[in-house]
Antibody
Framework: QITLKESGPTLVKPTQTLTLTCTFS??????????VGWIRQPPGKALEWLAL???????RYSPSLKSSLTITRDTSKNQVFLTMTNMDPVDTATYYC??????????????WGQGTMVTVSS | SDVLTQSPSVSVAPGQTARITCGGN??????VHWYQQRPGQAPVLVVY???HRPSGIPERISGSNSGNTATLTISRVEAGDEADYYC???????????FGGGTKLTVL
């Protein structure tokens, strides 16, 4: 069974740095064609893709947020991390991590975590 | 980057067919995925690569993609289909991913 779970602070202050952790099981991020991505959703709004790390440690970022995002991984612990600097109230959202498969689903996010709500407020 | 346009809402009676569209420049040349998000839940992949269904997704859910429009079709709509539906494109040239604005499906 494949599962992913997000964790991190629920409240951050403006200008602070947010670090989220995605802990997964049931697959390996060392497997060819596999990736883990981050997607967020402000309350009542649409999904927004943020970042992705591939099995070979290659990384991709949303162009609009690239300067504030860093995605890293620890394959020995089955974890992926997202760091977002200079947080703003507009970054208040539910943050999801999800598995991506390049081969079997042609780059779809086929399994999602439950999401973690992050509020940015002073 | 790609801009994907979805109608904000679609309403359909039980047993009828719902069609949810996703518009974008030359979207027919890209791989489109669809996600269902029920209230308070995480998204679930229901169609990948234009028209393929993951295991466990019923056959009455299908997808197509041509020209500037991709379409998610739900036949014999049930109350449990009421959800937000998002299209997502993978642009192989830039290796970027974009989501549409979402469509709320209401079952009357």
């Amino acid at each position: 069974q494949i599962t992913l779970k997000e964790s991190g602070p629920t409240l951050v202050k403006p200008t602070q740095t947010l670090t989220l952790t995605c802990t997964f099981s049931g697959f390996s991020l060392n497997t060819f064609g596999v990736g883990v991505g981050w997607i967020r959703q402000p309350p009542g709004k649409a999904l927004e893709w943020l970042a992705l790390v591939y099995w070979d440690d290659d990384k991709r970022y949303s162009p609009s947020l690239k300067s504030s995002l860093t995605i890293t991984r620890d394959t020995s612990k089955n974890q992926v991390f997202l760091t977002m600097t200079n947080m703003d109230p507009v970054d208040t959202a539910t943050y999801y991590c999800a598995r991506l498969t390049t081969v079997t689903t042609r780059n779809a996010f086929d399994v999602w975590g439950q999401g973690t709500m992050v509020t940015v407020s002073s | 980057s790609d801009v994907l346009t979805q109608s904000p809402s679609v309403s359909v009676a039980p047993g009828q067919t719902a069609r949810i569209t996703c518009g974008g420049n030359y979207i027919g040349g890209k791989s489109v995925h669809w996600y269902q998000q029920r209230p308070g839940q995480a998204p679930v992949l229901v169609v990948y690569d234009d028209g393929h269904r993951p295991s466990g997704i019923p056959e009455r859910i299908s997808g197509s993609n041509s020209g500037n429009t991709a379409t998610l079709t739900i036949s014999r709509v049930e109350a449990g289909d009421e959800a937000d539906y998002y299209c997502q494109v993978w642009d192989s040239a830039s290796d970027q991913r974009v989501f549409g604005g979402g469509t709320k499906l209401t079952v009357l």
